[in-house]
């Protein structure tokens, strides 16, 4: 890496670390902070609203759905992106070249093969040869090449598209122009880019060559290798991946507190008020009055909700109206006290 690659990299990494420390330190305040809310019981008028959207059947149908869909998006996404990103990180060590038996997957990472450059034009596009070697299989850069191993000397032919290692162990794809026998005897090939205007300098043998090009690509794919492949790809990867975690981390101890105010709750709004239905008269009205609203329900479910001038000291109570009378009953639900910072940093842990 040159040191301006190591620069871009060093600051590439202080802005991600700093962005995933900053967002890590505001989402577990808010999440500390959302728990006490939920244990004090600060948020019981939006639980119990939700509880009573929820037993809705459409509201249910159209949530499962929401969350279906949403999770069949994620997973797909994980689903393309981790085999990807395995793939990247595998062609990185290999070289840009991974092997799966006789065959080898190679990203094209320059356009030097992309088209037909003037000064080639006097083999490129002589009708002779084009009818009897397959001269018209250009490639563009970011495009996947399916590779054959060579594994003797008369697996390679003249025009043939190749991929070698160079003396600076780069992988390089372009085409065989010519074949020539040195004074040792060892075969030398030499080869040129479609799109480059001279042949390439450097000598290559047989031992240099890893594959040859069997005319199956996949377009434009490799883009999103390379840059996995990348330092800034590689950070980029792992600061979601971290991401995610964390937010599922808190956003999982938010929905536990949640779940449990919820339940005390649901006993009182949904299982009391709708399941006493089976012992009224089809003709009653259930009224809960909580924190400064009523909630009203008849046979039919819910009827709606109103502010009063109720007291919100935390103290709920319900009231039944039948033609023969009413009853009522109280519930306290206020918090035996206050939580400390202290002991609000124990939903944290």
């Known amino acids: 890496m040159s040191p301006t690659d190591i620069i871009s990299l ?13 967002f890590t330190i505001l989402f577990a305040k808010y999440a500390k902070s959302s728990i006490r809310e939920t244990k004090e019981g600060k948020r019981d008028i939006e639980l119990i609203d939700q509880e009573i959207t929820e037993q809705d059947i459409k509201t249910k149908k159209r949530r499962k759905a929401v969350s279906i869909a949403g999770n069949v998006i994620f997973y797909s ?11 990247a990180l595998v062609n990185k060590v290999k070289g840009n070249l991974v092997g799966i038996g006789d065959e080898a997957m190679i990203v094209v990472a320059s356009g030097s093969m992309s088209y037909k450059n003037e000064a080639n034009k006097d083999y490129l596009e002589d009708e002779q040869k084009r009818k009897e070697y397959n001269l018209d299989n250009q490639f563009s850069r970011y495009d996947i090449l399916f590779m054959k191993s060579v594994k003797e000397e008369s697996d390679v032919h003249l025009y043939d598209v190749i991929a070698f290692r160079n003396s600076k162990n780069v992988t390089i794809i372009h085409r065989v122009v010519e074949i020539t026998v ?20 450097e000598p290559i043998t047989f031992s240099d060559i890893k594959g ?15 840059f996995f492949q ?17 937010f599922n981390h808190y956003a999982g101890k938010i929905e536990k507190s949640e779940k449990q105010r ?6 009182i709004v949904s299982d009391v008020s709708l399941g006493k239905q089976k ?18 329900f008849n046979e039919k479910g819910f009827l709606g909700k109103e502010e009063t001038n109720q007291p919100a000291d935390g103290t709920l109570r319900k009231v039944v109206e039948t033609p023969s009378g009413s009853d009522s009953k109280s519930y306290d639900l206020s918090p035996a006290k206050e939580l400390t910072e202290e002991e609000g940093s124990r939903y944290d842990e």
């Open 262 to 267: 919820a339940q005390l709750l649901s006993a």
């Open 77 to 87: 996404f994980l689903v393309l992106i981790i085999p990807l990103f395995g793939i």
């Open 182 to 201: 040195n004074s040792s005897g060892t075969a030398e090939y030499k080869t040129c880019g479609d799109a480059n205007p001279i042949r390439d300098t």
């Open 230 to 246: 990348s330092p800034h790809g590689i950070i980029t990867v792992l600061s979601v991946v971290y991401s995610i975690w964390m």
């Open 10 to 22: 060093v600051m590439s990494l202080i802005g991600v670390g700093s962005f995933c420390a900053v």
């Open 279 to 296: 012992d009224l008269s089809s003709n009653f009205v259930e009224t809960i009055y909580y924190e400064g609203f009523a909630y009203r």
């Open 212 to 226: 040859v090009y069997q005319n199956k690509k996949i377009n434009g794919l490799g883009m999103i290798i390379l």
